[in-house]
């Protein structure tokens, strides 16, 4: 696995391909084989969990514990519940009672190939499995037990009825609509911000971050939540297939309440710009080890 320092040395690119690699392995060993009864199950599980994401929560949970020298292997199993609970949350929204989508990740989306009962099946799993993951591991390693349970609050919080599925709600009701600025920063926060503020929060309180590193973090971490997204709709509107892993211009075509549709794209596209620079300050007085960090935040824009 890779300190920031040495991240700081060798490049993003060979930072981010060398988490992805060690994410992998882990889901890897964490979730059942495809040929284990019911095998239609964990093939679907498998289909979208290897499907080829990017891995952006676990690196960030990876990232901001390495922030404070925790080894990465105490925060391994929480990364990867984090990566289950955003591959389940994008099998449902793919699902036609949902987004509709057909294509995800470059691949079939999973009721497209599985039918939507498993698929339906598969992401409740991913769900539950997450945190089953996170406190079995975390207790088997004897990690505090007090920050294990302020992890599991603040991830269920970030996923739950006040997070990313108020978000989804907010957004479901919103089609179609007329909306403003501060509707789509509401969809977005929730949807898209919580569970990437959430990975970030995780891996700084399994390290015990003082409070007030604790805090500039999570400012980072609400500040990258929101351009990540404002840069996923500003690709949905004009962006290539091949980039993004999905159909272009579903946004458009279901009349979603986006950044791009509020703002206008070279509007949303400042604002990305400001709010990767937001993300930068405030990491400002960490040393080298917050890097990768900085790297990432400059990452997301860079895919614009
Ligand atoms: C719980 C049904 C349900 C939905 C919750 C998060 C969410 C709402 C839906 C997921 C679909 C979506 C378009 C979310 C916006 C956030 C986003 C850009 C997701 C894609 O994240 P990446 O780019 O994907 O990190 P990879 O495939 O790289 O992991």
Known sequence: MTTGAEAAA??????????????????????PAGDEWPSVLHRAIRHSVFAGGKRLRP????????????????????ACGLEM???????????????????RRGQPTNHVVFGEGMAILAGDA???EAFRIMTEAQRLKGINQKRVLQV???????????GMIAGQAADLESEGKEVDLPMVDFIHVRK??????????AGAILAEAKPAALRSLS?????????????????????ATEQTGKETGGDERRKKATYATVLGIPAARQRALELRD??????????????PLREIARSVVARL
């Open 219 to 239: 400012r980072y971490g609400e500040y990258l939540g929101l351009c990540f997204q404002v840069v996923d709709d500003v690709l949905d509107a004009e962006g």
């Open 152 to 162: 599991v609050h603040i991830v269920a919080e970030a996923a739950g009825v006040l």
């Open 126 to 128: 991913l769900l539950t």
């Open 85 to 103: 609970i955003h591959t389940y949350s994008l099998i449902h929204d793919d699902l036609p009672a949902m987004d509709d989508d057909r294509l």
């Open 10 to 31: 060798r490049g993003i690119a060979e930072y981010l391909a060398s988490q992805r690699e060690v994410v992998d392995r882990a889901l890897e060993r964490l979730l």
């Open 59 to 78: 690196i960030l949970c990876l990232a901001a514990a390495d922030v404070f020298g925790a080894p990465p292997d105490d925060v391994l199993e929480p």
């Open 278 to 291: 937001d993300a930068l300050r405030a990491l400002e007085g960490f040393g080298k080890r917050v890097e």
């Open 192 to 201: 898209t911000g919580a569970l990437l503020l959430a990975a970030v929060r």
